[in-house]
T-cell receptor, first 115, second 112 residues
Framework: GAGVSQTPSNKVTEKGKYVELRCDPI?????LYWYRQSLGQGPEFLIY????????DSGLPNDRFFAVRPEGSVSTLKIQRTERGDSAVYLC?????????????FGPGTRLTVL | SQKIEQNSEALNIQEGKTATLTCNYT??????LQWYRQDPGRGPVFLLL?????KEKRKERLKVTFDTTLKQSLFHITASQPADSATYLC???????????FGKGTSLLVTP
């Protein structure tokens, strides 16, 4: 079946602009995660949704970052007033959601470059 | 603060040999530990999960050990193949719930 998809695959923007990154999870998965991965680093947790609600947003670096999942499926990560330090690969993952040990399935990521 | 350490240097081994990757952690009491594989330009792919009360877990050519006293996990790939070349990430459950905390990963190169 279809895996997790993310769009766009690449996004180049200028410092100070607003960007939206989209994630389509595996159908039926209630849990959705956003991570950020910088070059040479492991993924860094940003936010976790269970259904429509953000169950854990402790990883969001500051209030320029916001994410929504209004219908419990597709999620959008929004970054305001982008900074060069925001450049990274943004990964989305989904899992069935019933248990902490449910396998997280990752998408290919969106590579964000802030000039 | 919580810390996860993986071999920072790339591991180069010859095809057919066993590759052993290390994951050490501090200031943690994880309930479980996971290993993921990541290829360039792709997202991580889940390989194995081992719980705190399990010493060892196997899946085909893969073996993971988990020593909660040493705060260490070892990941072994036996009879390695060039197709095993990738970055391998160690991940621990977070104290806050479902999120994972990842190490930096170790790059493995298997040469024919």
């Amino acid at each position: 079946g279809a895996g997790v998809s993310q769009t766009p695959s690449n996004k180049v923007t200028e410092k100070g602009k607003y960007v939206e990154l989209r994630c389509d999870p595996i159908s039926g998965h209630t849990a959705l995660y956003w991570y950020r991965q910088s070059l040479g680093q492991g993924p860094e947790f940003l936010i976790y949704f269970q259904g429509t609600g953000a169950a854990d947003d402790s990883g969001l670096p500051n209030d320029r970052f916001f994410a929504v999942r209004p219908e419990g499926s597709v999620s959008t990560l929004k970054i305001q007033r982008t900074e060069r330090g925001d450049s990274a690969v943004y990964l989305c993952a989904s899992s069935l959601g019933g248990d902490r040990t449910d396998t997280q399935y990752f998408g290919p990521g969106t590579r964000l470059t802030v000039l | 603060s919580q810390k996860i350490e993986q071999n920072s240097e790339a591991l180069n081994i010859q095809e057919g040999k066993t590759a052993t990757l290390t994951c050490n952690y501090t200031n943690y009491s994880p309930a479980y530990l996971q290993w993921y594989r990541q290829d360039p330009g792709r997202g991580p792919v889940f390989l194995l999960l081992i719980r705190e009360n399990e010493k060892e877990k196997r899946k085909e050519r893969l073996k993971v050990t988990f020593d909660t006293t040493l705060k260490q996990s070892l990941f072994h790939i036996t009879a390695s193949q060039p197709a095993d070349s990738a970055t391998y990430l160690c991940a621990l459950d977070s104290n806050s719930g479902y999120a994972l905390n990842f190490g930096k990963g170790t790059s493995l190169l298997v040469t024919p």
